[in-house]
C-alpha cells in the first residue's frame, strides 16, 4: 500500500497470503502512479490565473465559510492543493509572473545550479506595443522564450488563450505567425503558437465582473465547440477588488466568490460534456496576491503579497491531497519568503505551465528552469506466478528498498533484479505464503 509516511510510494506484501493478494488486486488502481511526468492521464487543461487571488485569503475563506466557495472547496476536496504557493521571489507584479507561468523562468534571478541562462526578464508591468515581445524586450541573453503554447503547438495540439486585461496581447504578440518559432517537433504546424485568442478589457472595475464572466462564457463556446488541449484564461476581478478596496474587504471577497461562480461554470460544463468529462485538468494559481504594507502588491517579500494558492483537479488526482507531497524536488516553505537559490524549493506560479505540460502528457518548456519533479509512485502489475513493482524512470535516481518491519525497521536497498524497460522501472518477485509481511519504498538516492 502507499506509505504515506514518508511521501514515497510504498507497498505491502506478505500478512495472510492469498487474502490479502486479492485484496492488493482490488486496490490496484488506488496504486496506479498519480500523473507521473511520463504519461499524462489529461486530454485537455484548462489553466486559470486569477489576477490577485492571495492565498491567504482564499484559506481563510474555505475554512471559515465553504459553502460560500463550492467550487474552490470541490477543488481542494477532489483534487490536491496549497495555499502556499509563491509568486516570483524578486517581483509580484501582473505581467511578469504571467511571463513566468507561460515560460517556466524565474522573472530576474540566475539560479545558480543553472547552467544556461533562466530568467526571461520581462520586468515591466504593462504592453510595450509593437514591435517589443517577450523576446527582445526581457532577457537578451536568450532571444527566443519558448512558452506553453510552443510545447501543445508544435507537438500538433491545439491552444486557446483568454485574459481580462489589455496589456496581455504582449503575449499574443509573442507568439503570433510573426513572432513565434518555427515549429520544432513532427510536422509542421506553422509559427503561431495560439489557435484562439480572445481579451476582453473594458470600463474599469465597474466592469470587471461582467468581462471575466464574458470571458469564461467565451472559454465554454471553445470547450463545447472543438475543446483546445490546452486552455489559458486570466480572470481579472480579485486584482481590480483588491486595487479598489484593498485585499481582504468585503468587495474582495465578493470578488473571490465570482472567481467560485466562474469556476463552477467550468468544472459543470466539464462534467456535462462526455468529451471532457474524465478528460479534463485544471490547473488554477494566481501572478500574486496583496494587501501588503503598500496596500497593493509591490512588496514580494510580504506574506499577503507572496503568498498565492495552486491548485490541481482532474482525471486520477489525489482526493484532498496536499500538493506539496507530490513532488520531490518542492518543499512547503512555512512563512518564508524564499528567493530562486533556496536549495528547497517552493512551488510558485512559474511551475503551473510545466505542471499542465506534465498533466498533458508532454515535455517541460525549453529552457524553462522552474519544472516541478513528480514523485515516481510504485505500481503493482500482477502476473502469473509472480508481482511486479513498477516505477518511471525520471531524471532523479530513486532507490527501491524493502523492509520485514513497517515502522522503525532497518531498509535494505534492492540492487539486483530491477529491469528497465519503456520508460519503466520493474521488479518482479514470488510470493511466498511463509514471508513475514514485506514492505517496499521509493526514496530518492543518496548522492554518490
Ligand atoms: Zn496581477
Ligand atoms: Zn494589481
Known sequence: MIDSQNGYGSVRWGLSGLKLWALWLALAPIC????????????????????????????EYLAESPAEFPAFRRL?????????????????LTEPNHSSMLTGRPVLQQPTNVTFSAPHGFTVNYDPGPP?????????AVPYKASVFDVVHDHGRSTAFFAAKEKFAMFVRSYDADHGAPDAVGPDDGRNKMDWSQIIDWGGPDHVRRNDSNLVSRVLERLSAAPPAYTFLHVAG???????????????????????????????AIEANPALSNRTAIVLTADHGGGDSSGSHVHPDELPTFTIPLMLWGPEAPAGRDLYDLFSNRAEPGAQHLDHDAPRQPLRNGDSGN??????????????????????????????????LAWPVTAAAFDLEYSDVSSGGRWTRIAEGIVVENGWNRFSFTPSLQLPARFYRLVRAAAP
Open 76 to 92: 481542494a476536496r477532489q483534487g490536491a492543493c496549497t495555499f502556499n504557493a509563491r509568486c516570483d521571489s524578486h517581483l509580484s
Open 132 to 140: 517589443w515581445t517577450l523576446h527582445n524586450f526581457g532577457n537578451p
Open 355 to 388: 505542471l499542465a505540460l506534465a498533466l498533458l502528457g508532454l515535455p517541460a518548456i525549453p529552457g524553462a528552469c522552474l519544472v516541478p519533479e513528480w514523485k515516481p509512485r510504485l505500481r503493482i502489475e500482477p502476473a502469473a506466478g509472480t508481482m511486479v
Open 238 to 268: 480579485p486584482d481590480i477588488a483588491g486595487h479598489y478596496y484593498l485585499w481582504g474587504s468585503p468587495e474582495y471577497r465578493q470578488a473571490v466568490r465570482e472567481v467560485d461562480r466562474h469556476l463552477g461554470r467550468i468544472l459543470a
Open 32 to 59: 496506479l502512479p498519480f500523473l507521473a511526468s511520463a504519461e499524462g492521464a489529461a486530454h485537455h487543461v484548462v489553466h486559470i490565473s486569477a489576477d490577485g487571488l492571495g492565498g491567504v485569503y482564499l484559506k
